[in-house]
């Protein structure tokens, strides 16, 4: 949204403590009627926290239509309004007549917009704040809101610093430039595994399962066929090869938009000066200029020192181009769930239900989270405090390594939170989600995962982005209908190694 005219915001604040004027004697009455209020409270304490989902680069034109549509829609005389809300109706009429008589052809807020400034400047007052603070609040709140659209993803985009000349590229760029003895043993993956075919129950009915995303209830699945799956999460290593082949210098998504969103504490100070903007309700994510696989934490990050960590910074399509690039394709949601149980029945964990909070019941670390006080110190008890080395835990049953924390991994899926219910007595056969939809399913949870903010870490924790978006962690893994004729495989036990 553009910035209001200094005599809006004045006449709103000069409202706003009308308001308490007039209701100085009556406001813990009304206190509980605030219902426009709650509704939107209730509406956040569903929003994905801490990581869990991908912040999106925009929301569809469609959502914005009807938001808008909405927005400046102020309630009706048959909705049998309130006296508070009456009296809200009429503080937004005085304003409208304000503006247009004195505004300066300053566009007004919309209905909603004046109904978020109260709900603001209550806030502020409750605690403590002047009116400029409350308002400079205000002012912040709506620029980032502003930042979320697609308009507002554009002018970040024109309006960011260039940092190549402060940065040069030392990045790889190609494979011949790196030397043997730079290459990690894990540079380009952890071979594949064979997953035989079989039966399970999808989903979660547990004490930490999110309904609202659609992980419940139990259902049952057949998974028809063996596949090959990559054992480990695709490496930096391995994208940079599948880049430099592909000739895609400039074209992943992040490298398209010309950034990506990192986490705060991974950003080197210098650069963190460069950035002023946030993700709403996520303010540890910043969207950062240059930010992409072979710059992971910023133009200055140091790729060559992580080849065998998971790349990261990749957009759904970015993933499924690699996968159909190696031979295979993207998991299925029941594939990579069905994958990631390692033959258990009903568990949170590839190895069973003990988290607490990510340690075996042998004492071993089992899997890459955030430890320590979300989101401002990483303790790095599970040894990392970003992404770890792929294949750094112990495997599952299937000889899966790292399938939840560490980074979130692209299934094909469309999103959907309504799950295909089969029938009593029933099975659904290779189940494949949605037909068509905006967002696509990522699975895993990643080492932004905190047990207090995001328990998604879970073989049927689930999450979504749309497809063009990138993270600081978020990546993927592929699977294989046959073996992949790029690897030399051989099976032991079900399993296929190099």
Same mark, same amino acid.
């Not at 929003?47 to 925009?58: H, L, M």
């Not at 430039?177 to 894990?186: N, R, Y």
């Not at 299934?411 to 189940?431: E, T």
């Given at each position: 949204?553009?910035?209001?005219?200094?005599?809006?915001?004045t006449?709103?604040?000069?409202?706003?403590q009308?308001?308490?004027?007039?209701?100085?004697d009556?406001a813990?009455?009304? #206190?509980?009627? #605030?219902?426009d209020?709650?509704?939107l409270?209730?509406?956040?304490?569903?929003q994905?926290?801490?990581?869990?989902?991908a912040p999106g680069?925009?929301?569809?034109?469609?959502?914005?239509a009807?938001?808008q549509?909405q927005a400046q829609?102020?309630?009706?005389a048959?909705d049998?309004?309130?006296?508070a809300?009456k009296?809200?109706?009429l503080?937004?009429?005085?304003?409208l007549?304000?503006?247009?008589?004195?505004?300066?052809?300053e566009?007004?807020?919309?209905?909603?917009?004046?109904i978020?400034?109260?709900?603001?400047?209550?806030?502020?007052?409750?605690e403590g704040?002047s009116y400029?603070e409350?308002?400079?609040?205000?002012?912040?709140?709506?620029q980032?809101?502003?930042m979320?659209?697609?308009?507002?993803?554009?002018?970040l985009?024109?309006?960011?610093?260039?940092?190549?000349?402060?940065?040069p590229?030392?990045?790889?760029?190609?494979?011949?430039?790196?030397?043997?003895?730079?290459?990690?043993?894990?540079a380009?993956?952890?071979?594949?595994?064979?997953i035989?075919?079989g039966?399970?129950?999808?989903g979660?009915?547990?004490?930490e399962?999110?309904?609202?995303?659609?992980?419940?209830?139990?259902r049952?699945?057949?998974i028809?066929?063996?596949?090959?799956?990559?054992?480990c999460?695709?490496?930096?290593g391995?994208?940079?090869?599948?880049?430099?082949e592909?000739?895609?210098?400039g074209k992943?998504?992040?490298?398209?938009?010309?950034? *990506?969103?990192?986490?705060?504490?991974?950003?080197?100070p210098e650069?963190?000066?460069e950035?002023?903007?946030a993700?709403q309700?996520?303010?540890?994510?910043?969207?950062?200029?240059?930010?992409?696989?072979?710059?992971?934490?910023?133009?200055?990050?140091?790729?060559?020192?992580?080849?065998d960590?998971p790349?990261?910074h990749i957009?759904?399509t970015?993933?499924?181009a690699y996968?159909?690039?190696?031979?295979?394709?993207?998991p299925?949601e *029941?594939?990579?769930?069905?994958?990631c149980?390692?033959?258990?029945e009903k568990?949170?964990?590839?190895?069973?239900?003990?988290?607490?909070?990510n340690?075996?019941?042998?004492?071993?670390?089992?899997?890459?989270i955030f430890?320590?006080?979300?989101?401002?110190?990483?303790s790095?008890?599970?040894?990392w405090e970003?992404?770890?080395?792929?294949?750094s835990y112990?495997?599952?049953?299937?000889?899966?390594?790292?399938?939840?924390?560490n980074?979130w991994?692209?299934?094909?899926?469309f999103?959907?939170?309504?799950?295909?219910?089969?029938p009593?007595g029933?099975r659904?056969i290779d189940p494949?989600?949605p037909?068509?939809?905006?967002?696509?399913?990522?699975?895993g949870g990643?080492?932004?995962?905190?047990p207090?903010?995001?328990?998604?870490?879970?073989c049927?924790?689930?999450s979504?982005?749309?497809?063009?978006?990138?993270?600081?962690?978020?990546?993927?893994?592929?699977v294989?209908d046959?073996?992949?004729?790029?690897?030399?495989?051989k099976v032991? #036990?079900?399993?296929t190694?190099?």
């Amino acid at each position: 949204m553009s910035a209001r005219s200094l005599l809006g915001l004045t006449l709103l604040c000069f409202l706003f403590q009308q308001t308490l004027i007039a209701h100085a004697d009556t406001a813990d009455d009304n #206190d509980e009627n #605030d219902s426009d209020f709650a509704i939107l409270d209730e509406l956040e304490e569903t929003q994905c926290q801490g990581g869990c989902r991908a912040p999106g680069r925009g929301q569809t034109e469609q959502a914005q239509a009807q938001a808008q549509k909405q927005a400046q829609t102020p309630p009706q005389a048959e909705d049998k309004p309130d006296d508070a809300t009456k009296e809200l109706m009429l503080q937004y009429q005085h304003y409208l007549q304000y503006m247009k008589e004195k505004g300066n052809g300053e566009p007004p807020i919309s209905y909603q917009e004046f109904i978020e400034y109260m709900q603001i400047m209550q806030q502020g007052q409750a605690e403590g704040l002047s009116y400029e603070e409350t308002q400079q609040r205000y002012a912040q709140q709506q620029q980032q809101k502003a930042m979320q659209t697609p308009e507002g993803q554009e002018e970040l985009k024109n309006n960011f610093p260039d940092l190549k000349e402060k940065y040069p590229d030392k990045a790889y760029a190609h494979i011949a430039d790196i030397a043997s003895d730079k290459l990690p043993p894990k540079a380009f993956g952890c071979g594949v595994v064979e997953i035989p075919k079989g039966k399970f129950f999808m989903g979660s009915e547990d004490d930490e399962n999110y309904a609202e995303d659609g992980e419940s209830p139990y259902r049952k699945i057949k998974i028809s066929h063996s596949f090959y799956m990559d054992a480990c999460e695709v490496t930096n290593g391995q994208f940079l090869r599948f880049w430099e082949e592909r000739k895609l210098k400039g074209k992943t998504e992040a490298e398209k938009y010309g950034w *990506s969103f990192v986490f705060e504490l991974l950003i080197s100070p210098e650069v963190n000066k460069e950035v002023y903007s946030a993700v709403q309700g996520a303010e540890w994510w910043l969207p950062v200029p240059g930010a992409d696989f072979r710059h992971p934490s910023g133009p200055d990050g140091d790729f060559n020192a992580v080849l065998d960590h998971p790349a990261i910074h990749i957009g759904w399509t970015d993933a499924n181009a690699y996968c159909r690039h190696s031979g295979g394709r993207l998991p299925t949601e *029941s594939e990579w769930e069905y994958a990631c149980r390692g033959g258990l029945e009903k568990k949170k964990f590839p190895w069973g239900d003990d988290r607490t909070p990510n340690l075996t019941e042998h004492g071993t670390y089992s899997m890459n989270i955030f430890t320590g006080e979300p989101y401002s110190k990483d303790s790095g008890r599970d040894g990392w405090e970003s992404t770890a080395v792929v294949g750094s835990y112990s495997p599952n049953g299937y000889g899966l390594y790292d399938m939840t924390g560490n980074v979130w991994e692209w299934v094909h899926d469309f999103w959907s939170v309504r799950p295909k219910i089969p029938p009593d007595g029933k099975r659904l056969i290779d189940p494949k989600g949605p037909k068509q939809g905006r967002d696509r399913v990522m699975k895993g949870g990643s080492y932004m995962c905190h047990p207090t903010t995001c328990r998604r870490y879970r073989c049927s924790g689930r999450s979504h982005a749309e497809p063009d978006s990138s993270t600081g962690n978020l990546g993927l893994r592929c699977v294989y209908d046959t073996p992949p004729p790029h690897m030399k495989t051989k099976v032991v #036990d079900s399993k296929t190694e190099l």
